[in-house]
């Protein structure tokens, strides 16, 4: 079964520096989704594409944070400088905009900032 | 921001017992949609309900929707060890926002 690809699984990086997480959706699915989620806490919506344009990013940080999706297929999610609040699972998630409205999620990248 | 609230945050039960799971939220929307997490994993959809529905069933999940009242129940039947994890409610207009939770520990 096609599944959403994400990497790296786990980042360690010092405050400052700069992290980038990659994300591959399902093959012809044309809407991408970041979410941001804090332990113990639900995921919060950073960014959502449409092919590869932005449709949402109204919560994501844009003094530190970006993301892109050049061709409309895979995403990169970029934060520099990292700061001690980015801790945080950062999930990638997928859907086609035909037929099923699930969202189909990566196993997800892990940062912690030390 | 987030769009649902689930209640309660935590449940515990023994296995065997039904656990309810509530959602409220906010805006119209389109549907609403359950999902499950294992610790450390990512989301897994479970069941969907469209806001024209009243009442879903998928194996030993039941799902209801009020839409005058802006709320869903989540119902696990005869529930299993398995069934641990954290269960969101995301409401779907377009975009998918997520509530904080419930953390379901169900004990053998």
């Known amino acids: 079964e096609a599944e959403v690809a994400q990497s790296p699984r786990y980042k360690i990086t010092e405050k400052s520096q700069a992290v980038a997480f990659w994300c591959d959706p399902i093959?012809?699915?044309?809407?991408l989704y970041w979410y941001r989620q804090i332990l113990g806490q639900g995921p919060e919506l950073l960014v959502q594409?449409?092919?590869?344009?932005?449709?949402?990013d109204s919560q994501l940080p844009k003094d530190r944070f970006s993301a892109e999706r050049l061709k409309g297929v895979d995403s990169t999610l970029k934060i520099q400088p990292a700061e001690l609040g980015d801790s945080a699972m950062y999930l990638c998630?997928?859907?086609?905009?035909?037929?099923?409205?699930?969202?189909?999620f990566g196993e997800g990248s892990r940062l912690t900032v030390l | 921001s987030q769009q649902g609230e689930e209640d309660p945050q935590a449940l515990s039960i023994q296995e065997g017992e039904n656990a309810t799971m509530n959602c409220s939220y906010k805006?119209?929307?389109?549907?609403l949609q359950w999902y499950r997490q294992n610790s450390g994993r990512g989301l897994v959809h479970l069941i969907l309900?469209?806001?024209?529905?009243r009442e879903k069933h998928s194996g030993r999940l039941r799902v209801t929707l009020d839409t005058s009242k802006k709320s869903s129940s989540l119902l696990i039947t005869a529930s299993r060890a398995a069934d641990t994890a954290s269960y969101f409610c995301?409401?779907?207009?377009?975009?998918?926002?997520f509530g904080a939770g419930t953390r379901l520990t169900v004990k053998p």
């Open positions: 805006t119209s929307i389109n549907n």
């Open positions: 998630a997928s859907r086609s905009t035909s037929g099923r409205a699930e969202l189909f």
């Open positions: 309900i469209r806001s024209n529905e």
């Open positions: 093959s012809g699915h044309a809407t």
């Open positions: 995301a409401t779907d207009d377009n975009d998918m926002r």
């Open positions: 594409f449409q092919d590869e344009s932005v449709v949402d």
